[in-house]
Each structure stands twice: as C-alpha cells, then as structure tokens.
C-alpha cells in the first residue's frame, strides 16, 4: 500500500524557514517524480515544486522561486522541501504527492505550515 | 502559465440525479506524441487529501466508480456524475499536467439538493 507520510509543519514567523519531509513507503520511491502541492486554508490547490526520480531536475512555481529547495533521499525514500524567507502567503497545508506519468495519483495528508506573528 | 478556468463554482444536485463540472484550458493541452488531453480531475472530500479520478480527460483511475466519466472537445472537459450519490459531495478540481508549472482549476463545490 503506498503511504505518503509529511512531517515538519509548524507556527513560525515571518521571515523565517522551515523544512518539511515525505516519508514514502509502499513504491519504489526511486522510480517516480514527486511534487509538493499546497492549499491555503479554505482555498484551492497550488502546485509548489516538482523533481524528477533521480532528482537530477527541479521545478518551481514562480511564487515560490528563490525562496523554496525541493530535495530527495533515495536511499531513504524521502521527499523534502526547505522553505525560506516566509511570508503569510506561504500558510498553508502542504502535501507531497507522487506523480505517474506526471499526474499526482497518490497524496499524503498534509502538514500544515502556518507563518504569523 | 495555463489557466484552467471550471465552472460553476458551486453546485446542487439532487440524488440520483446528473452532475456535470466544466473545465477550460486557456491553450491546447494536447501532446502531440499521444494525442492525448493532458487533464486530470480530482475529488477532495472534506478534510482529505485529493484523489485521482480521471486522466488523459476520460481515462478512469483504477477503482473509481463507472458513474463517473470525462469527455473532451478542444480546450473543453467536462465531468459528470450520472447519478450522483452522497458520497460523491466533495469539491472537484481539474489540472493540467502539459507542462510546468502545473495548474489547477479554482475548484467545484458539489451539494446535495
């Protein structure tokens, strides 16, 4: 059973960074590109970042461009995104998602990120 | 950027009744390689994640319910729920994966009537 599991969420302050992880299990993680794609509350979906299996290619929405890192650990079958210079923009739920031929058929539940001060 | 614009953006649909979701693509999203629409829809139910219901704008994701189905005509999808069920309340969105960045529409809030 595949199973997306994001951690790293949190209350923060303008300004400040963050970085989240999706832990993936039940896929060879390695096989497949993953995206994070967020939602601010009460909102639609925005897609943030994309990277390839290897990692090797990265992808960004420009709201995000310069200020957010998409990683992966292969060996470790994790998905990261360091997120800099926040602004209140940026709360939002994040989820990480696997990507099949480049849509997204399996989603995490999603960790919140919330920037206030 | 593609903007991919759904309407309506509500709805109220008696049980057992149709449901149909409109999504448009402000330039062709069809690879040339396949041709084949580069559109999904996906279903959000209240606080979940989404989930994959079509690709390819009318190809089923494995499990999905038969009442749900996607035609295409150019830059036009549509949805539709043949005889909607109350499970199915959820919001809807369309995406288009024909490149980066990859959008999605504003999304579709579907009721019962």
């Known amino acids: 059973e595949v199973q997306l599991l994001e951690s790293g969420g949190g209350l923060l302050q303008p300004g400040g960074s963050l970085r989240l992880s999706c832990a993936a299990s039940?896929?060879?993680?390695?096989?497949?590109?993953m995206s994070w794609v967020r939602q601010a509350p009460g909102k639609g979906l925005e897609w943030v970042s994309g990277?390839?299996?290897?990692?090797?290619?990265?992808y960004y929405a420009d709201s995000v461009k310069g200020r957010f890192t998409i990683s992966r650990d292969n060996s470790r079958s994790t998905l990261y995104l360091q997120m800099n210079s926040l602004t209140a923009e940026d709360t939002a739920l994040y989820f990480c998602?696997?990507?099949?031929?480049?849509?997204?058929?399996?989603w995490g539940q999603g960790t919140l990120v919330t920037v206030s001060s | 950027d593609i903007v991919m614009t759904q309407s309506p953006d509500s709805l109220a649909v008696s049980l057992g009744e149709r449901a149909t979701i409109n999504c448009k693509s402000s330039?062709?999203?069809?690879?040339?390689?396949?041709?084949?629409?580069?559109l999904a829809w996906y279903q959000q139910k209240p606080g979940q994640p989404p989930q994959l219901l079509i690709y390819?704008?009318?190809t089923r994701e494995s499990g999905v319910p038969d009442r749900f189905s996607g035609s295409e005509s150019g830059t036009d999808f549509t949805l539709t729920i043949s005889s909607l069920q109350a499970e199915d309340v959820a919001v809807y969105y369309c995406?288009?994966?024909?490149?980066?960045?990859?959008?999605f529409g504003q999304g579709t809030k579907l009721e019962i009537k």
């Open positions: 998602a696997k990507e099949r031929t480049e849509k997204f058929d399996y």
């Open positions: 039940g896929f060879t993680f390695s096989d497949y590109a």
């Open positions: 990277i390839s299996a290897s990692g090797g290619r990265t």
């Open positions: 330039q062709s999203i069809l690879y040339s390689s396949t041709n084949k629409n580069q």
């Open positions: 390819w704008a009318s």
């Open positions: 995406q288009q994966y024909y490149t980066t960045p990859r959008t």
